[in-house]
């Protein structure tokens, strides 16, 4: 009994309890969001972090791919360094190229 009454004691000291923290929503990027949906993500468009959920593509070579934009097809990721022919074949159902911007350099 003693010791109900010294939690209720502790209880009451604390004050009363905070206000529920505010959840925040996540926000997914177009790249993630098409990958999960089971649709190819635009190399194009994608963002770094992005193309490093694409397998085998780290921090490096997603730099690379960004450097080496814009692509015409998907066939010119093997432009990058890094990026053969068997990780071309493992991209391709993953990825896809928009129509490049005009106004790009």
Do not use: Q, Y
Not at 4 to 28: N, W
């Amino acid at each position: 009994m003693a010791l109900v009454a010294l939690a209720r004691h502790r209880a009451d000291a604390a004050g009363p309890a905070p206000p529920p923290a505010k959840v925040l929503p996540v926000v997914e990027s177009p790249g993630a969001v098409a990958l999960r949906e089971g649709r190819p993500m635009d190399v194009n468009a994608a963002s770094a972090a992005d193309l490093e959920l694409l397998p085998r593509i780290g921090p490096a070579l997603a730099r690379r791919i960004l450097e080496a934009r814009p692509f015409a097809t998907v066939d010119d990721l093997v432009r990058v360094r890094g990026i053969g022919p068997r990780t071309l074949e493992r991209l391709r159902p993953l990825v896809r190229v928009s129509a490049a911007d005009p106004r790009d350099p």
